[in-house]
C-alpha cells in the first residue's frame, strides 16, 4: 500500500538550489508541486513540449505563460492548460512562484 498522506515536507525533490518538486500519483493520476525561489526571471525558461496534457493552478506568484506564440501574464490563482505537444514555458515575475500542475497520462520521466 502507498502513502496516503504526504506531508508538507516530505518528498520534495531539490532539483536545483531555487527550483523544488513535489510528486504525488497513483497508477493513472499525477499532480506536482514546483516552486521557483529565482525569481523574477531575466528570460523565460526554454520551451519544451510533451505528450502529456496538463493543467496547473497558480498557487502563488506571478508570471508570464507561453504556449506557441501566444503569452499571458497569470497571477495567484489564475489556472492554465496545456494540450499535448504544444510548445510551452514560463518566465516568473516574482521571487516565488508556487505551481501545482496535474499530467494525463502520468509523467513516468518524474518518478
Do not use: W
Not at 95 to 110: H, Q, S, T, W, Y
Amino acid at each position: 500500500m502507498t502513502k496516503e498522506v504526504i506531508k508538507k515536507e516530505e518528498d520534495v525533490v531539490a532539483l536545483s538550489p531555487t527550483l523544488n518538486r513535489k510528486v504525488v500519483h497513483l497508477k493513472d493520476l499525477m499532480i506536482t508541486v514546483i516552486e521557483f525561489t529565482n525569481g523574477p526571471m531575466a528570460q523565460p525558461d526554454p520551451p519544451h513540449n510533451h505528450p502529456h496534457e496538463q493543467i496547473s493552478y497558480v498557487a502563488s506568484g506571478s508570471l508570464k505563460l507561453f504556449i506557441e506564440d501566444r503569452e499571458y501574464i497569470l497571477n495567484e490563482g489564475d489556472v492554465f492548460k496545456v494540450e499535448s505537444n504544444l510548445n510551452h514555458c514560463i518566465q516568473t515575475l516574482t521571487e516565488n512562484v508556487k505551481l501545482i500542475d496535474g499530467f494525463a497520462p502520468i509523467r513516468e520521466d518524474f518518478l
